[in-house]
């Protein structure tokens, strides 16, 4: 009778410590609002299709690039158009490419302009079907001959998003080999990142990234660039510690590996809610607050480079603010 009264008062034990943990990291205040140093305004942001494919005024390209130089964005990654089952990139305006970058050097030299291609994955079910197969050597040089024709018209470098990635894959570090060459030395290789997590999940190897591949993948890449959102977090304050885990492992990971690679956070601001992002979860606020915090005490040098915005084109002027405050600590 005892030893069940014994395992029944650690069971109740258990479940209290267990609800108390769950309350904690559920509604305890997480974030960091106070004055930080980490911003450099050396940021990014994705841009709409449309800016590489249908023709733009001058004074349309000059706003753009006036309006992201005044806050602070360093990078662009202008969307071109996924890879096609060849490897290939379907035709597109080479005229408006060249145009955009015309007005870029003008408008905001400093800013760097690469390209955002990729494409999913074969295999995967998705609204579209994939076109990538990263086991088909030919395709992959394919689209890395594809990738240094983008720097030889004049773009700086590139910028890869391809998904899903399972965490350890070596057809991807392959890729990314060919792509550092190809690009050359004053290029830049650029990665849309898996969310990074603490071990490796088995039965879903692609919803998380270890640290251990992502020293792989920083010892090739210049930059990675982690999509720190549609993490299914059902509340802010646990959004928030998941972003300063994130903006801390990636960082404190690739200052440990001495990868080459610098890192930035993506920043949603994209309203649509559902079972992998809520809106009013994974917003810019709660975003650059679990950064800032990740990013105390950790001795990143140059390591962490900035917040990248997901997506240009869906932000407006209060989430702007939101950055500008929370960010580049400058009052609404």
Request: with cysteine; net charge neutral; proline share 5%.
């Amino acid at each position: 009778m005892r030893g069940v009264l014994l395992a029944l008062k650690l069971a109740g034990l258990a479940l209290l410590a267990g609800t108390a943990a769950a309350v904690w990291v559920a509604f305890a205040p997480a974030g960091d609002a106070s004055p930080h140093p980490f911003n450099h305004d050396r940021n990014a942001a994705w841009l709409e299709h449309r800016w590489l494919e249908r023709a733009h005024s001058d004074a349309e390209m000059e706003e753009l690039f006036a309006s992201l130089s005044r806050r602070g964005i360093g990078y662009v990654f202008p969307h071109l158009i996924p890879f096609n089952g060849a490897g290939r990139l379907p035709v597109h305006s080479r005229e408006q490419m060249r145009a955009l970058l015309a007005v870029a050097r003008r408008v905001a030299p400093d800013i760097k302009v690469l390209p955002w291609v990729g494409g999913l994955r074969v295999g995967w079910r998705r609204a579209r079907p994939g076109t990538i197969d990263l086991d088909d050597m030919g395709q992959r040089q394919r689209m890395v001959a594809e990738c240094r024709g983008l720097v030889d018209e004049g773009f700086d470098g590139v910028h890869l998003n391809v998904e899903p990635v399972d965490d350890g894959n070596d057809e991807f570090l392959a890729l990314l080999q060919a792509l550092r060459t190809a690009v050359g030395t004053k290029g830049l290789l650029s990665l849309s990142t898996t969310r990074p997590g603490p071990f490796h999940v088995v039965g879903a190897p692609n919803f998380f990234w270890t640290r251990e591949y992502y020293a792989r993948v920083g010892t090739h890449a210049d930059q990675v660039v982690v999509m720190a959102y549609d993490t299914a977090i059902p509340t802010s304050s646990l959004y928030r510690r998941y972003l300063a885990y994130a903006a801390r492992s990636v960082t404190e990971e690739m200052v440990s590996s001495k990868a080459r690679a610098r890192v930035l956070i993506g920043i949603p601001t994209y309203d649509e809610t559902g079972l992998m992002h809520r809106a009013g979860v994974e917003t810019p606020e709660n975003a650059i607050l679990g950064v800032v915090a990740g990013l105390r005490g950790v001795g990143g040098g140059g390591t962490f480079e900035g917040v990248a915005i997901y997506a240009e084109w869906t932000t407006d002027e209060s989430e702007w603010r939101t950055y500008d405050r929370l960010w580049r600590g400058r009052p609404d």
